[in-house]
């Protein structure tokens, strides 16, 4: 019970969101559906802890991000600027959260698919949908810390949430989280590293969300290109399988 227990409060979160939005408090908007991102990146590692993974589990976490990271941005971006652009900033925000429930409709068609080449290479296929609400979210961030009104801007902003919309069900291979093994020899350089990104997000959140958004932009081409290295290279040794044979 623990794991869906997380997994609906992660629901919550998202959805405390869109009150927030209603309210105009923006800032605790935004945060409540970074809140549910870590809520959702949580229960399935404790799931997997405690051995206790389901089917049913895994029914709800689709739901619950559908809700957290598709329905919950859409509203809040709407009403914090798309609203402004009438039935184009709506049909962003539509297509945004259908998107998103496209995306997690496929990863769960494809959860008993044994044939899956991103997936056993360890890739994931798309943009992640909380991943995808935190990009979504990056003209906030730096609205929220320059106060520059081109970030609020809805056209710009249509268009930005359009582009994410489409990564989140493109078929490229991105990068996961599980599949990061670095070196014993640059592990203690890691730990710090993540020391000092936390004391960041504490001391200067939405620049250091900023940064955060624009790193996993730069490195979704790396994703690519490993990738394409491994996806050659397991080309070749079936080639040469096959000659063997």
């Known amino acids: 019970m623990l794991p869906n227990a997380i997994t609906a409060a992660a629901l919550c979160a998202g959805l405390t969101g869109i009150r927030f939005a209603i309210e105009e408090q923006w800032a605790f908007a935004i945060l409540a559906v970074l809140l549910a991102g870590v809520l959702d990146g949580i229960d399935g590692r404790i799931a997997r802890l405690l051995n206790a993974q389901s089917r049913f589990g895994a029914e709800l976490d689709s739901l619950a991000d559908s809700l957290s990271f598709g329905m919950a941005p859409a509203l809040i971006l709407y009403m914090w600027?798309?609203?402004?652009?009438?039935?184009?900033?709506?049909?962003?925000?539509?297509?945004?959260?259908?998107?998103?429930?496209?995306?997690?409709?496929?990863?769960?068609?494809?959860?008993?698919?044994?044939?899956?080449?991103?997936?056993?290479?360890?890739?994931?296929?798309?943009?992640?949908?909380?991943?995808?609400?935190?990009?979504?979210f990056t003209p906030f961030y730096l609205w929220q810390e320059t106060g520059i009104e081109t970030f609020r801007d809805p056209i710009i902003l249509s268009v930005w949430i359009s582009l994410?919309?489409?990564?989140?069900?493109?078929?490229?291979?991105?990068?996961?989280?599980?599949?990061?093994?670095?070196?014993?020899?640059?592990?203690?350089?890691?730990?710090?590293?993540?020391?000092?990104?936390?004391?960041?997000?504490?001391?200067?959140?939405?620049w250091s969300l900023s940064v955060i958004s624009a790193g996993y932009l730069v490195m979704m081409p790396y994703a690519l290109i490993k990738y394409g290295r491994i996806k050659r290279r397991r080309a070749l040794e079936q080639t040469d399988g096959a000659e063997a044979a």
């Open 81 to 136: 600027s798309l609203q402004d652009l009438d039935r184009f900033g709506w049909f962003a925000a539509l297509a945004f959260a259908a998107c998103c429930a496209l995306r997690l409709a496929r990863f769960n068609a494809q959860i008993d698919v044994d044939e899956q080449p991103h997936k056993s290479a360890g890739f994931l296929t798309g943009v992640p949908a909380p991943v995808g609400a935190g990009l979504a």
């Open 164 to 206: 994410i919309a489409v990564l989140m069900i493109s078929n490229m291979a991105t990068l996961s989280w599980l599949a990061i093994r670095p070196r014993r020899g640059i592990r203690l350089g890691l730990m710090a590293f993540v020391t000092v990104g936390f004391a960041a997000l504490l001391l200067e959140p939405w």
